[in-house]
């Protein structure tokens, strides 16, 4: 959250290990190892998930970025499209100082699992309340923003707010040309 992040702010993901810790020598902007199924080896190094996902391995990857981006099934294991006993990757992960942001969160039904009700507000509130997750990698960021608005304490913040008037003023002007 440096200032130079808050002005343009990405996250830099990627399946390919290697990759992140070669990029790690070029920017300073916040890198995510992305990790998939547990039947799926990395990209690059063709580790499987078990190797991925040990503490040592942990804390290797952690030298280079700032957090992983799990398949969130990959925490919160299905069967029949019902939630099984969490795992432990996000207190591990957040045990060796990496952010935990699980993807894809999505609205339509058939990616909601049964225990939300169809209610993508549901599954949102379960994986940062519950879960513990900082972070939640998804297609419909309106919906996730909508949440955050409902759910936060504070009232509007006025900056954000003339932020989103300038980004629309950008907009706009951009496509008037």
Do not use: C
Not at 26 to 39: E, G, H, Q, R
Not at 56 to 76: E, H, R
Request: net charge negative; glycine share 4%.
């Amino acid at each position: 959250m440096s200032e130079n992040w808050l002005k343009q702010p990405l996250f830099i993901q990627s399946f390919a290990p290697s990759s992140l810790v070669h990029v790690s020598n070029l920017t300073d902007s916040p890198k995510i190892f992305l990790i998939d199924d547990t039947t799926v080896r990395t990209q690059d190094t063709n580790q499987s998930y078990w190797e991925i996902t040990s503490d040592d391995y942990l804390a290797y990857i952690s030298n280079y970025v700032v957090g992983l981006g799990p398949w969130k099934d990959t925490i919160v294991p299905v069967a029949k499209n019902y939630l099984l006993e969490p795992t432990d990757l996000v207190a591990r992960a957040h045990a060796h100082n990496l952010q935990v942001h699980p993807y894809t969160y999505r609205n339509e039904n058939q990616f909601l699992h049964f225990d939300f009700h169809q209610d993508p507000y549901a599954e949102f509130d379960f994986w940062i309340n519950t879960m513990g997750v900082d972070g939640l990698f998804t297609d419909f960021a309106g919906s996730v923003h909508k949440y955050q608005e409902l759910k936060s304490p504070h009232p509007k913040d006025a900056t954000a707010n003339s932020l989103l008037v300038k980004i629309a003023q950008l907009i706009a002007a951009y496509e008037g040309h």
